[in-house]
């Protein structure tokens, strides 16, 4: 058994984060599928009880301890590891505030948008996919002009906040309806620079579940 288990599915960039942290530490881990589309298992008694009572995932299991929440798993880590650390208490701030900033807007929002869009049947109604485009344009614009003169969002080396924004980023433009990278220039220089990491995969390379059964 590998040193750590990641409850996750391909198609979540909320999974993602922790994913991508596992293996640019040269983590020793896998990924433990869960079935959220065709058997909702993160619905069931049992997951809520035994696995992650929030019903989410993505979780993280390591020896006795069980860690939800994509910014704790990271945080732990980074502590671990040492590596992707915002070294500091200004920076750590620094780095707290973007992640909770992407969990509530950036990509709290694109994680709904393109699960109404384009894996929810019937899809979402458009009043609501209108509203949340509109706050997902005006929090990438936020992050675009974050990064404008600065290589990662905190400090000059790539830390956690970085890998917590980049969650949905890397998924096909065709499943948002809109080319993040195209619209945004600076994440999109930003986004290769992650993915110049050594130990970076894609999503769809990296957790079980691609592609979903017709
Ligand atoms: N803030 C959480 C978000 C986790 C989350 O919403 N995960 C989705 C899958 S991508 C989920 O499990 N959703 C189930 C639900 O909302 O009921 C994190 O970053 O870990």
Redesign the pocket.
């Known amino acids: 058994m590998a040193e750590y288990q990641l409850y996750c ?1 391909a ?5 993602y ?2 994913a991508l942290m596992l293996n640019l530490i040269g983590a020793d881990w896998e990924p433990l599928f ?1 079935d ?1 589309f065709g058997k909702g298992v ?2 069931t008694a049992e997951y809520r009880t035994g696995i ?1 009572e ?5 979780v993280l299991v390591h020896g006795t301890k069980k860690l ?6 990271l945080t732990y880590l980074a502590e671990r590891s040492g590596k992707f650390l915002p070294r500091g208490e200004d920076e750590r701030l620094e780095a707290l505030r973007w992640i909770i900033f992407d ?1 509530q807007k950036v ?2 929002y694109l ?1 709904p948008y393109r ?1 109404l869009r384009f894996l929810a049947k019937p899809p979402g109604h458009p009043a609501v996919l209108e509203f949340l485009k509109g706050r997902i344009d005006n929090t990438l614009s936020i992050l675009n002009n974050r990064l404008a003169d600065r290589s990662y969002l905190v400090g000059s080396t790539p830390t956690i906040a970085d890998l ?1 924004l980049v ?1 949905y980023l890397y998924y096909p433009a065709e499943e948002f309806g809109f080319d993040i990278a195209a619209d945004h220039k600076n994440i999109a220089v930003w986004l290769n620079r992650i993915k110049a990491l050594p130990g970076w995969a894609h999503p769809y390379d990296l957790m079980p579940g691609y592609p979903l059964p017709q």
Not at 11 to 15: I, L
Not at 68 to 73: A, C, D, M
Request: aromatic share 10%.
């Open positions: 599915f198609q979540s960039g909320n999974a984060r922790a869960v959220f993160q619905r992650n929030m019903g989410e995932v993505p939800t929440q994509s910014g704790v798993i969990n990509n709290g994680g699960f917590s969650a």
